[in-house]
């Protein structure tokens, strides 16, 4: 699962980047959505009495995988070399079969007066992919995965990696906890700025809070809301994010697949 999350992510980072220069004018990109699935979006309920707790705390629960399906909604605007960009993405995650995890997004990218609109689909071992009307499918690699995407890779909606931000936060964190319905809640914000690094980039996050809403250790609710500065190689973009996870207890509708190419 945790190659999975990588490749998810690295989907999720790299094709608004593409779509800005493939952008395609359409007026309304919702309406080419290809499942009332992927235009609903997420809210968890983040209520409840907080009191003062810790990271050490919040660090002790290690959730199970009892919990194989979310949905992951979210948006970002992001400014590089003066130009600026808007990306708004709904997606389901699917777990529940190891050896065939399954995917489902939708994307609208808005930048330079330009819309486009993307779907994205994982499964049974394919990824298919439909921008301005051209449909193209990609065979993924006998374990759900890409090679080509970079380890270490940070992305606020990969729990994995959502974790490592907590901890390389440290004492720079502040965390508060509530118990409510038989749910336990963690409230986690920041008194000051921390830097995260991996192999391929640099991270300065600012501006965290964050929930995390657990149900008998399984995680079923999330949301984050950040600003980050990301530099790699001498170039560097501001980012402001915002993403929700819930738990997701349907099938994932998959449309009609049959009339994509293999690349």
């Not at 003062?52 to 959730?63: Q, V």
């Given at each position: 699962m945790k190659k999975f999350l990588k490749f998810f992510m690295l989907v999720l980072v790299l094709v608004p980047c593409s779509l800005v220069f493939a952008a395609c004018g359409e007026s309304d990109p919702l309406k080419s959505a290809p499942t009332a699935q992927l235009q609903s979006r997420q809210e968890i309920n983040t209520e409840g009495s907080y009191s003062?707790?810790?990271?050490?705390?919040?660090?002790?629960?290690?959730?199970s995988s009892d919990v194989l399906k979310y949905k992951i909604t979210g948006s970002s605007e992001m400014s590089y070399n003066?130009?600026?960009?808007?990306?708004?993405?709904?997606?389901?995650?699917?777990?529940?079969d190891s050896e065939n995890p399954k995917l489902a997004m939708f994307y609208v990218v808005e930048g330079n007066g330009q819309?486009?609109?993307?779907?994205?689909?994982?499964?049974d071992g394919y990824m298919y992919t439909e921008l301005n009307g051209q449909k193209v499918k990609v065979k993924l690699g006998e374990d759900g995965y890409v090679s080509t995407a970079p380890d270490g890779f940070m992305g606020i909606s990969d729990l994995d990696s959502l974790f490592t931000m907590f901890e390389?936060?440290?004492?720079?964190?502040?965390?508060?906890?509530?118990v409510?319905?038989?749910q336990t809640k963690f409230e986690i914000s920041q008194n000051s700025s921390f830097e995260l690094s991996s192999s391929a980039l640099n991270m300065t996050v600012s501006n965290l809070k964050s929930?995390?809403?657990?149900?008998e250790n399984n995680i079923v609710g999330f949301s984050a809301n950040l600003t980050m500065t990301i530099s790699s190689q001498g170039q560097k973009m501001d980012m402001t994010c915002k993403s929700t996870l819930c738990q997701f207890n349907e099938e994932i509708q998959f449309p009609d697949l049959s009339g994509f190419i293999e690349a």
């Open positions: 003062a707790s810790s990271y050490d705390e919040f660090s002790t629960f290690e959730p003066g130009e600026k960009m808007k990306v708004d993405f709904n997606s389901i995650v699917d777990f529940s819309n486009a609109a993307m779907s994205t689909f994982v499964v390389s936060g440290g004492e720079k964190l502040v965390v508060k906890k509530a409510q319905d038989n929930y995390v809403v657990l149900s």
